[in-house]
């Protein structure tokens, strides 16, 4: 883990050259709807065990995009992440956040819909304390196969340890952080992502706080390559708390360009596409995207893009795509995050103004 971050570092400094410059401390990030007051939730329904994962002894966590209407109510539940590819828990995590209740949300001391919240419901049999004997022979056998570049031998004992029974939260981080390591010696950096971010995503505390804050400095060295820039910056926010980076830690100093870059009126492109890798233990149907700037437009499209879902802190909407597509989104929207939906394996660009 600490070959990747550090193989990284130089290319940190290096981006957008042009635009950014070395500066002395990060500048505050842009506020949108700021006034809003986040509600608190007033019932927290349970979720369902479902009786499959429940016979076989596994845990597991959902990820769901959704929003809150000015009754409290929840209302748009989208799954955005799982930690099992099979999707046992989806539907007993959906039904469950679909009963909750909040307090009606505020903007500007006035009710208002609060839109694209992100909530994780976990589903726990018994309190992990950590893996099985036989998980433990497994983490090490996939972690020398990486070690000496065994890949496929690698993949094939993660599918293996993400079927089998009993397994906990503890051992599905495990499992998506050697996923990450195994992707990233592989040199699938947009792979490496999506399981680093899977590693530290169970709830917390599954992992020691070292190989947390080693994922964390990976995943945004990671995320600078690939120009998740936004997604970059949330990853600076948790290291900070966890082990904040020395103001030398080149980290840091990449965290400084980022915010620069943000206000800069020079475009960048960002390379994307739609899940198809075959050796992906869980897929998802979509492009995610939270954009750094308010304007965006999507280009040089290989497949076909169907449509387009916006998530922003007070509206939502989806569009049919069509070719030329560019949005921007109004300030009293707040933050958005951006779904691409379309056939799998679709490339495209998503080109920031």
Request: charged letters at 25%.
């Given at each position: 883990?600490?070959?990747?971050?550090?193989?990284?570092?130089?290319?940190?400094?290096?981006?957008?050259?042009?635009?950014?410059?070395?500066?002395?401390?990060?500048?505050?990030?842009?506020?949108?709807?700021?006034?809003?007051?986040?509600?608190?939730?007033?019932?927290q329904v349970p979720p369902r065990y479902p009786d499959r994962a429940a016979r076989a002894g596994k845990e597991g966590w959902v990820v769901m995009r959704y929003s809150i209407e000015t009754d409290g109510s929840v209302s748009e539940v989208v799954i955005v992440d799982s930690s099992d590819y099979k999707g046992v828990f989806g539907d007993a995590a959906v039904a469950s956040l679909k009963n909750w209740r909040y307090q009606t949300p505020m903007l500007d001391g006035k009710p208002a819909r609060k839109c694209n919240n992100?909530?994780?419901?976990?589903?726990?049999?018994?309190p992990p304390v950590g893996g099985g004997a036989i998980f433990a022979k497994k983490?090490?056998?996939?972690?020398?196969?990486?070690?000496?570049?065994?890949?496929?031998?690698?993949?094939?004992?993660?599918?293996?340890?993400?079927?089998?029974?009993?397994l906990n939260l503890y051992e599905i981080d495990r499992l998506y952080l050697q996923e990450g390591a195994l992707n990233a010696a592989r040199g699938d950096d947009v792979a490496a992502i999506r399981a680093f971010t899977r590693a530290?995503?169970?709830?917390?505390?599954?992992?020691?706080k070292e190989e947390e804050v080693l994922i964390l400095r990976s995943l945004f060295t990671l995320q600078i390559k690939e120009q998740r820039f936004a997604a970059a910056l949330d990853t600076f926010g948790r290291?900070?708390?966890?082990?904040?980076?020395?103001?030398?830690?080149?980290?840091?100093?990449?965290?400084v360009k980022i915010e620069q870059l943000r206000s800069s009126t020079s475009p960048f492109a960002v390379e994307a596409?739609?899940?198809?890798?075959?050796?992906?233990v869980a897929q998802?149907?979509?492009?995610?995207?939270?954009?750094?700037?308010r304007e965006i437009g999507i280009t040089d499209v290989s497949g076909a893009v169907t449509k387009l879902s916006i998530a922003c802190d007070t509206t939502t909407a989806t569009v049919d795509f069509e070719p030329g597509w560019s949005w921007k989104a109004p300030p009293s929207w707040g933050e958005c995050s951006i779904f691409v939906?379309?056939?799998?394996?679709?490339?495209?660009?998503?080109?920031?103004y």
């Open positions: 883990m600490k070959t990747i971050a550090l193989r990284l570092l130089p290319f940190l400094l290096a981006i957008a050259p042009e635009i950014c410059s070395a500066a002395d401390e990060t500048p505050p990030p842009i506020e949108y709807a700021k006034n809003f007051v986040k509600p608190k939730a007033i019932l992100r909530q994780m419901i976990t589903f726990v049999l018994d983490d090490a056998a996939i972690r020398n196969h990486i070690k000496n570049r065994r890949f496929d031998e690698a993949e094939a004992l993660i599918r293996e340890a993400h079927e089998s029974k009993g530290i995503s169970g709830g917390g505390g599954h992992l020691s290291l900070n708390v966890l082990d904040a980076p020395t103001a030398d830690d080149p980290i840091r100093q990449a965290a596409q739609i899940d198809s890798n075959p050796n992906a998802r149907p979509f492009f995610d995207y939270t954009p750094l700037r939906y379309g056939t799998p394996g679709t490339t495209f660009q998503i080109v920031e």
